[in-house]
């Protein structure tokens, strides 16, 4: 509860260091940027550390990872703020007070330093730069997966769900399934609040790649059901006042990314098993699966621990295509046209930045729909959504270690 | 200030190889990694010390997988099995094969087991990367350019281990600021790095790498070899430097000749003395080549724990900061003791691994950190020999 408040914190932080920063004497430039308020409070320090306005010459160079787009920009807006000040910037040297910016970066994150020098000695001021926004997107073809970013938090996050506050439109409720407990966030003037959790008991040992699925029914503060699944392990639970979970211990419950298929979680593990009464036998234990929504000539795709990712009919002997180089993880998602698409993960492990591609399935071909979505990190769980509109996707940034739930979308332009 | 942005273009500039072909991103289960190493340990009581510093540091990766508590000072204690696995098989000073823990807290490994060869010459291993006869072996940061080109697949950490030369507080010739900065102004650090490291480091003016302080670049990196020479002029007595390194250590060996041989062009008197003992010995000594690793990412941290490292040795003193310390404290702290030239930072350099094709997840730990092998994995479907 104290980590989930924490991480909501954090989250806030990151996500509105306007509100912080704003408290400064000089304006933000008109042209506002992400570092618009950043470079507001570095023009106020170099401002403060050279003192009586005057000529003064500047320039910036970069060694950090940020990319020339937000370089020049924040140049600029350097060269605007002091100039608001009443500084008056000299193209070059002899200038009564020279200043040199490195924007750097550490172990902390950005990092802009400042080298005054002038007939008075040489200073160095400093301080950490935080961006107030995710950057903004760049001209997308159509279609477009797009990605709308809900929360980021430290602890493990192996599902989550909205579900709608009854009786409030547009309030939302955000089901965070963790490890050990399932919490639940009200979302207020953009930011997510935690308002109660419920721990999740476990009579066994999780197995270290955990994989876990929450299922939300109907709006919170009504008849509220919810669906835990979680490797020999399933709970249900409710919200009205309160959050509350039951588990029970179960090796043989189905999970929902099975379609037609019953796939259960094996316990110990992190792949499915696919078997059942009237199933087939001889599936391939795999990571994920997709079914198409055709009930007349059902079809699925399976990404097995062997690593291969083929599309079946009916039979497992007899797979229809197989496809290279994609990752393990895929959801069904509906096309622009109301064709079946799966969205998938890169190749590689968790080491690297992951993507999503979309492609259309037809003619027992995968044919590449858009663009890729890259996120920086590896994507470790990728849930399709009932309606089949929105996939639910949990990645962990490489950066900064932490988790990020984001619902990804196919954008049709209309 | 001298500007040193050239570094930089240095650093990272061994890529990690990429991952071969295939489709595999979810761990797998399964499977033996072979390990080998270059020192050799006799026991695995945490209670028994190492002989030497790096069979210590050794022995701390391998309690590491073995032991779930870990002190205050890094090592590793507790129960026995109570880490990520346990050992199954064992021969001091040779061999280990360490078995998957089923009842580990975090999660059973996806390793099924981990042979571990000690005492494997670094040439013996390179050997075995490149003909697959093993799956993590260390490689001295100098071999790794050529690893790279023989194809082994190579994995670099930040910078985390500083190279720097400490004057032995007490000593007269170490006691004269003139004979201090005189040495720490001849020095081509640069070289150092271009030469003995294979550009596989960066060259240290600070006491903190970039990658964690972000301020590195404020510390100058450039030899200034007329000052050095006027202020070495300028000390009465003639007075000599007797420059000790650790006997056994090749790298060190090779910076301490670079610097003799920067001393020489600088007129600087400076003669080198090999020394067998431990780390902390510093013989007849005037000043000492030291190995420090950066005991945290967090420039804070790693400034206090490089002090108080190397503090002693040198006589300066290990004095608190804030908690948390703010950027310009940090900054200054590291200013003052480089300033004071008793501990000359020369060169930061990686720690490099060489990896088989098979081997994922593998991620080089972060300083103070040890080897994640709980997460590692086999992709079972590359081929081995």
């Known amino acids: 509860m104290i980590l989930a408040s924490l991480a909501i914190l954090l989250a806030s932080l990151l996500a509105a260091p306007r509100a912080c920063l704003a408290q400064t004497s000089l304006q933000p430039a008109p042209d506002t940027t992400p570092w618009g308020d950043a470079v507001s409070v570095f ?49 070059e040297p002899p200038a009564e007070v ?39 997107s760049r001209a997308e073809p159509i279609p477009v997966l797009r990605e709308t970013f809900l929360l980021r938090q430290a602890s493990p996050i192996l599902d989550f769900a909205l579900a709608p506050a009854s009786g409030e439109e547009g309030s939302r409720f955000l089901f965070i399934l963790q490890p050990d407990q399932v919490s639940v966030l009200r979302q207020h003037e953009g930011v997510w609040t935690t308002i109660g959790a419920a721990p999740i008991a476990q009579s066994r040992r999780w197995p270290r790649d955990l994989r876990g699925e929450i299922v939300v029914a109907g709006a919170v503060s009504g008849a509220t059901g919810l669906k835990v699944y979680l490797p020999g392990a399933f709970c249900t639970g409710s919200m009205q006042s309160e959050l509350v979970i039951d588990c029970r211990q179960s090796t043989d419950t189905a999970w929902p990314p099975g379609g037609r298929m019953k796939a259960t979680m094996a316990a110990d593990r992190n792949y499915f098993s696919v078997s059942g009464e ?61 064709s079946w698409n799966v969205l998938v993960t890169g190749t590689g492990d968790w080491t690297q930045r992951d993507y999503l591609q979309d492609y259309e399935i037809a003619d027992r071909q995968a ?3 858009g663009q890729l979505l890259e996120f920086s990190g590896p994507i470790v769980a990728l849930w399709p959504a009932d309606d089949a509109k929105s996939i639910r996707a949990v990645s962990r940034n490489s950066q900064t270690g932490m988790y990020e739930a984001s619902l990804i979308h196919l954008y049709c332009g209309r | 200030m001298k500007r040193r942005l050239s570094i930089f273009i240095v650093a990272g500039s061994l890529a990690l190889a990429s991952l071969p072909a295939g489709s595999a ?45 870990r002190n205050a ?27 998957a823990n089923n009842d580990y807290p975090g999660g059973r490994p996806f390793l099924d087991s981990i042979e571990i060869q000690m005492g494997r010459a670094a040439k013996d291993r390179l050997l075995d990367l490149e003909l697959n006869r093993t799956d993590l072996a260390e490689i001295p940061p100098e071999e790794a350019r050529r690893a790279a080109e023989r194809g082994v697949r190579v994995s670099t950490s930040k910078p985390d281990e500083l190279i720097a030369l400490v004057f032995i507080g007490g000593r007269p010739v170490a006691e004269s600021a003139l004979v201090r900065e005189a040495l720490s102004d001849a020095i081509d650090r640069s070289s150092i790095v271009d030469f003995i490291l294979q550009r596989e480091g960066e060259p240290a003016g600070g006491l903190l790498p970039q990658w964690s302080s972000g301020t590195a670049f404020l510390f100058s990196i450039i030899p200034a070899l007329s000052g050095a020479k006027e202020q070495w002029a300028g000390i009465g007595g003639s007075p000599k430097i007797v420059l000790g390194y650790d006997a056994a250590d090749g790298l060190a060996q090779a910076v301490a000749e670079r610097i003799a041989v920067n001393a020489r062009e600088t007129g600087i008197s400076l003669t080198l003395s090999p020394i067998s003992n431990s780390a902390s010995s510093t013989g007849k000594a005037d000043a000492r080549l030291v190995r420090i690793g950066l005991p945290s990412p967090r420039p804070r941290e790693a400034l206090l724990g490089i002090i108080r490292e190397a503090g002693p040795m040198a006589g300066v003193d290990a004095a608190p900061l804030p908690d948390p310390a703010s950027l310009e404290q940090i900054y200054e702290r590291e200013r003052t003791v480089v300033g004071d030239h008793r501990i000359v930072p020369l060169a930061w350099i990686p720690h490099v691994y060489g990896l088989s094709s098979r081997v994922r997840d593998w991620r080089p730990p972060l300083a103070g950190e040890t080897w994640t092998l709980a997460d590692v994995w086999l992709d079972t479907t590359i081929e081995m020999r």
């Open chain 2, 73 to 99: 000072d890094g090592t590793f204690s507790g129960l026995a099995g109570s880490g990520a696995f346990r050992v199954t098989r064992w021969e001091a000073g040779k061999h280990a094969t360490l078995s």
């Open chain 1, 98 to 136: 020279r200043v040199h910016v490195t924007l750097s970066e550490g172990a902390d994150g950005y990092l802009w330093i400042a080298e005054i020098h002038s007939q008075a000695g040489d200073q160095v001021s400093m301080m950490s730069a935080h961006a107030s926004t995710r950057a903004a």
């Open chain 2, 25 to 69: 991103r979810r761990p797998r289960y399964g499977g033996t990694l072979r390990v080998e190493i270059g020192e050799t340990i006799h026991s695995l009581d945490p209670a028994v010390p190492a002989t030497d510093p790096a069979a210590t540091s050794a022995k701390n990766q391998i309690d590491a997988l073995l032991y779930a508590s």
């Open chain 1, 43 to 91: 023009a106020n320090k170099i401002a403060s550390a050279i003192g009586t306005p005057r000529a003064i010459s500047l320039d910036v160079v970069n060694i950090s990872t940020l990319g020339s787009t937000d370089t020049g920009s924040i140049e600029r807006q350097l060269q605007a703020a002091l100039g608001r000040a009443g500084f008056q910037l000299a193209a």
């Open chain 1, 367 to 369: 044919t590449m729909a």
């Open chain 1, 278 to 338: 009237g199933v087939q036998s001889g599936w391939p234990p795999s990571y994920s699966m997709a079914s198409n929504p055709d009930d007349d000539h059902p079809l699925k795709i399976l990404t097995a621990v062997n690593g291969s990712a083929q599309l079946f009919a009916d039979s497992p002997q007899n797979p229809m295509a197989s496809f290279w180089r994609w990752g393990d993880e895929l959801a069904s998602i509906t096309g622009c046209d109301d």
